[in-house]
């Protein structure tokens, strides 16, 4: 590992499905650069939906929608790059009418949003259908990543049941 790179612990030893980091983040011309070690097909098909997703203008859904902010973008890509291992399912990239991204599944009796702001908060929401629980939460982004890596133990949990069970 390079004197320059960082290490982000994934729970289970799974590996990090995003080994990056931010080559270039130029704020003036909104700018950012960012230096993939591993390619895959969760990191491609990623940013691909967030380059679609960032070319919509203002108004994108005629209900007066702004367009995506650049700094939620930012955190998305952060968000993605601490959270995603190669055993967690791919999100559902959404704009929001708010200029923010969410992060969305829904899948396996699990319904899990995230909402990434433009200043690093997180929203998230979280309901597993087949345990009957209910639970709605928010907080920045560097204090909730414990809260929400249990959310997603859950997710990877029910993700690989059902890939084993096929």
Known sequence: MSPNSVQIPQPHHSQ????AKIANWDETHHQLTVLVEKDNALISEFFSQLNTICEQSADWNSQHAKPVN??????????????????TPGPQLVPTNRGNLQFEWHQDGIDLELEITDGG???????????????????????????????????ISRFANRKCAA
């Not at 650049?70 to 055993?87: D, G, H, P, Q």
């Not at 979280?126 to 249990?150: P, V």
Request: charge should be negative; aromatic fraction near 14%; include cysteine.
């Open 16 to 19: 990090a499905a995003l080994a």
């Open 70 to 87: 650049y700094y939620s973008a930012v955190n998305a890509v952060r968000l993605f790059a601490e959270i995603m291992t190669e055993l």
């Open 121 to 155: 908060e997180i929203i998230c929401c979280f309901e597993d259908l087949k345990a009957g629980t209910d639970e709605e939460w928010s907080g920045s982004f560097s204090y909730g990543a414990a809260r929400l890596r249990s959310y997603l133990e859950i997710l």
